[in-house]
């Protein structure tokens, strides 16, 4: 019987961090042939202190076409509000890619990404022309002689096109964050406490109570309220709040978005409660805690 050989084991660097999710996003975008945006709404690509694990160029739309006007306030608070809000809000209720059709006349595929229930991101893969005409923000009439030009350049997107694309970019999306989540955060925990901090990560930003969380483990809300306190050191709503203060401070130093909207993204129902949570956390005001930062 032949002797069995042995082989070397070389370790690979671990995909789950900032640098190697980079790594990755480029070479998907040399593999389809598009630009790839990561909107990042729930905040779960941060790394161990709180910061972001992507880019700015890979968390916002950098391309010429959609760089062009962003100088204008109110072009970029237009773009900010369609694509950094409005589409993610659309991706949570689908399942699958679609094309979306910007203001400016670009077309894109979106591609929402689920784990375990939650929409966890949403992937932008584009750019071409589309078929709907520019409403520009500022003025009534055409588009600016340049953007026009521009967007001349844009190849048309096909429903061939569309095709080829959606089923590999969600696969290619489901992967990104099962490695992120399952890796980085949770991976030598006991089962339900990890599974406790998953959940709060991955829902933090929506709406849930102690009793979403039993549903969740499948116990009752009594027992799910002993353990959460166990394994996170406080009260679950106190462990809910903490992290979406976590992710807001990182917002209002990382965007310009405004308090208000930045409440609403990490997930209180107000401003009004948001500055009560950040004031009895931070110790001081969201708005004056930003500006000190950036001072």
Known sequence: MAKRQDFERIALPD???????????????????????????????LDASGEPALPPARRRHELPYCEWGRRRPAWDQAC??????AVPLQAAEYDRPFAHCCWKGAAEIVVPVHYEGAHACTLFAGLWRSPHPYQAPLKRGGAPPELEALRAELPELKRAELARLAGPLQLFGAGLVSLWL??????????????????????????????????????????????????????????????????????????????????????????????????????????????????
């Open 182 to 295: 399952g890796q980085l955060r949770w991976g030598g925990e006991a089962d339900r406490a990890a599974r406790i901090r998953r959940f709060i990560h991955l829902r933090a930003h929506e709406q849930v109570k102690l009793a979403d969380l039993a549903r969740y483990l499948a116990l009752s809300p009594s027992r799910t309220g002993a353990l959460a306190r166990a394994c996170l050191g406080r009260p679950f709503q106190e462990a809910l709040s903490f992290e979406r203060i976590r992710r807001a401070r990182t917002l209002l130093r990382q965007t310009r978005r405004s308090v208000k909207e930045i409440a609403r993204r990490v997930g209180f129902n107000s401003e009004y409660y948001f500055n009560r949570a950040f004031k009895r956390e931070v110790g001081e005001a969201p708005g004056r805690w930003r500006r000190r930062q950036v001072r």
């Open 80 to 85: 900010l509000a369609h694509c950094g809000r």
């Open 15 to 45: 995909v789950a961090s900032g640098k190697r999710l980079e790594e990755a996003l480029a070479c998907a975008e040399a593999a389809f042939g598009v630009r790839l945006t990561v909107s990042d709404h729930a905040a779960l690509f």
